[in-house]
């Protein structure tokens, strides 16, 4: 909640300030991404305008840039403009949808995949060299391809060749350039997977828990999906951990985890399930009812409470294995906390104010088709294209840019736009999404008192505030963040 | 079927139930401002629950109305910025 500064007659009309209960305290956040946590009583009396101007307190506040008439505008501002340093930047993840095809059925999957066998699934490499060059002119120094499916790896020679020719234009060029793939393994051998060593291309892969869960969730006829996730993840972390003096770095391979109703009684079979595979972090991430996942939401999904109820669980596990020394943690969190404690943006272009659309990500569709991002392909795979921005065959880089999709999705996620978004306290390192907001509410603006993301990133901000005012819990969230 | 009444433009503004009568696709709405009321016609199924929903759907457009007033020139400069910056332009 915010309190008004403009016009305002009481005597808190100096304060700058949004506001939240966090159990007995309360917290107060600005928009230079500064929060400090009272006690209710500090609360009243700095409201009241009675606080002295000799307290901890009061010094803290100023600061921070809480006191209208105390401000450094200096730092204040190079803070923000670092907390929102994608606004500088132009898109920098580029995902390349080289093919729809996939021999997995996951119950899940969110992204409109089809059967192995189907034709005219595949991106061809003339498409993918387009794309290549279109992502090669985007304003960004920093440039991330990353291979998604399907399965990328059933269309392993356009991969291969989008590689080759993606680090050449590195060489002849200013930008630094960083690959990665997306991949459920199936398809991995040792000539694919050294291939993908040198080339310094990072592996990511999924894995929804143990065994039973996993191939519940991730139907593979041709074999044992769990087994040969494990395999590759145990193959790649190898060549991770014995690397020396090779003339490439060889990145950690990670994983991702997709929570389904299946899931909300295993948290902690997950968690240990990670912990056992080498993984020092697990992204606990919610589904999106969009594609596949919203027609069965019934029998996977779950409410922004179950999720939550699961989400805490998770994290009071995960600090439990960190007070016994194990090193895990959970990405999600960490993600909130770079922002949070470091002002930093940690490139999680789902939180961003404007969100990532276009902006900060485009998607390559097989088809030649440009999204503003995969979640807006996915939605186009539905058969409404309401978020496509272009077309590789006739669209030049600025065109996607000034689309009037593009635009749109800058201006409805704007949190400065969004009623109750403006005055919520976790404004400065939140942010919407306008295809969820599409998919579930008709509307890229969204509205925010009724809106499932909305109630569930709330849920994970509160935890993690609430988390933070405990002394050790703090003291281990804190760490993840000082590596 | 249709369902006719009045309110005060003082609540809801002519802007406001232009734009929710955009958003809501299952009835026909006709406006007129009239000095401080507008009358309005709700032509569809159901039509008096048509007239509640334009009524939520107002108070929420007024919303963001009033928002924009207060917020536009930030909210601009900011995505203005970020549009920009992808284009390679100076703002």
Not at chain 1, 100 to 114: D, E, I, P, T, W
Not at chain 1, 250 to 255: L, Y
Request: with cysteine.
């Amino acid at each position: 909640m915010a309190i008004k500064t403009k016009g305002n007659k009481s005597k808190i009309k100096q304060y700058n300030f949004s506001w939240r209960k966090i159990k007995d305290k309360v917290l107060l956040t600005n928009e230079f991404g500064h929060y400090i946590i009272l006690k209710n009583e500090e609360f009243k009396s700095f409201i009241d305008g009675k606080l002295s101007n000799k307290s901890k307190t009061w010094e803290e506040l100023q600061v921070r840039g809480f006191l209208n008439n105390y401000m450094d505008f200096g730092d204040l501002c190079q803070r923000w403009q670092k907390k929102n340093s994608f606004i500088y930047a132009g898109p920098g993840l580029h995902i390349f949808v080289v093919t729809l095809r996939c021999n997995h059925k996951c119950v899940y999957c969110q992204s409109g995949a089809v059967g192995k066998e189907k034709n005219n699934m595949d991106m061809s490499w003339d498409m993918a060299k387009k794309s290549v060059n279109m992502a090669f002119s985007s304003t960004n120094k920093n440039i991330t391809i990353e291979f998604q499916g399907g399965e990328p790896l059933l269309n392993w020679d356009v991969v291969k060749k989008t590689i080759e020719y993606a680090r050449n234009k590195e060489k002849s060029g200013d930008k630094k350039l960083f690959l990665a793939i997306v991949t459920n393994f199936s398809k991995m051998d040792k000539e694919k997977a050294d291939y993908l060593l040198k080339n310094e291309v990072s592996i990511c892969t999924s894995l929804d828990g143990p065994e039973k869960l996993h191939n519940k969730n991730r139907i593979f006829h041709e074999g044992n999906s769990y087994k040969i996730t494990k395999k590759w993840i145990k193959y790649f972390k190898d060549k991770h951990d014995a690397q020396k003096n090779e003339k490439y770095r060889i990145f950690k391979p990670s994983a991702l985890l997709t929570v389904s109703r299946s899931s909300l009684n295993s948290f902690k079979e997950i968690i240990d399930e990670y912990v056992d595979s080498g993984f020092e972090s697990l992204f606990i991430r919610a589904l999106s009812p969009i594609g596949y996942a919203r027609a069965a939401w019934k029998t996977i999904g779950y409410n922004s409470a179950e999720f939550l109820d699961f989400y805490r669980k998770s994290l009071d596990y995960i600090i439990s294995l960190n007070k016994k020394g194990v090193k895990i943690k959970e990405k999600g969190a960490e993600l909130l906390l770079r922002k949070i404690l470091k002002a930093e943006d940690p490139g999680f272009l789902d939180l961003r104010c404007p969100c990532g659309a276009t902006i900060g990500q485009v998607a390559y569709n097989y088809n030649g088709e440009l999204y503003t991002c995969d979640e807006g392909r996915m939605v186009g795979w539905e058969g409404d294209r309401f978020f496509k921005i272009g077309d590789i065959e006739k669209s030049e880089y600025k065109d996607i840019i000034n689309s009037s999709i593009s635009k749109g999705c800058a201006i409805s996620s704007n949190l400065d736009n969004q009623p109750m978004c403006n005055r919520c306290a976790y404004k400065p390192w939140c942010g919407v999404c306008p295809v969820i907001n599409y998919e579930l509410q008709k509307t890229p603006w969204g509205n925010m008192i009724s809106n499932y993301r909305c109630e569930l990133y709330m849920g994970i901000f509160d935890y993690i505030f609430e988390l933070l005012t405990k002394e050790k819990e703090s003291e281990i969230l804190k760490s993840w963040v000082e590596e | 079927m249709e369902f006719k009444s009045k309110v005060s433009s003082k609540v809801y503004s002519l802007e406001a139930l232009k734009l929710a009568s955009y958003i809501l696709e299952n009835w026909n709405y006709s406006l007129k401002e009239k000095g401080p009321i507008v009358e309005i016609s709700v032509k569809g199924n159901n039509p008096d629950i048509g007239y509640k929903e334009l009524l939520n759907e107002a108070l929420n457009q007024q919303c963001r109305i009033d928002l924009f007033k207060t917020n536009s020139k930030i909210a601009n400069l900011i995505t203005t910025k970020a549009l920009l910056s992808a284009l390679g332009e100076e703002s």
